[in-house]
């Protein structure tokens, strides 16, 4: 299986994209929203973006959240990068946040508080480990990350 993680609005706080996933060679299908740090110029952590690239994908326990999430694996300069629940980019150093979206960001003005918010973000999380859990039972699962 593989997913795409769409990079698609770049601001000083943060990295708003769309997580798809590929369900034939010409067809996508938009799982969720996405919120990172910012995409940093040197590369620098913490609070920047990963690199754009292929990274596999699993599914583990996480200690520090107490529960099984998706971890990007050989991730160049980062460890422990996963996919889970929050609500904005304070809640991330390096993860990719995932969740819903009131409005889309990509076609709407800048929010009024000054940063996009995810919601629905715990179930989204859930929905996703799902989903890869079922693939990896019978393939490996990929993700690229593609910048603007």
């Avoid at 590369?43 to 754009?52: F, M, N, V």
């Avoid at 693939?135 to 990929?142: F, H, N, T, W």
């Amino acid at each position: 299986m593989k997913l795409t993680l769409l990079r698609r609005l770049l601001t000083d706080q943060e990295t708003v994209g769309e997580l798809m996933h590929d369900v034939s060679p010409k067809k996508q299908e938009r799982l969720c929203y996405t919120i990172e740090p910012p995409i940093k110029a040197n590369g620098e952590h913490p609070k920047g973006a990963i690199p754009s690239g292929w990274y596999r994908l699993s599914v583990t326990y996480s200690p520090k959240f107490g529960r099984e999430l998706p971890l990007l694996h050989y991730v160049p300069g980062f460890e422990g990068i996963r996919l889970h629940a929050g609500n904005s980019h304070r809640h991330t150093a390096g993860c990719v946040l995932v969740g819903e979206m009131t409005d889309d960001p990509f076609s709407s003005p800048a929010p009024l508080c000054g940063e996009y918010r995810l919601y629905n973000s715990r179930l989204t999380e859930n929905r996703i480990v799902e989903l890869l859990k079922q693939s990896l039972k019978d393939d490996e699962v990929y993700l690229h990350v593609a910048n603007p």
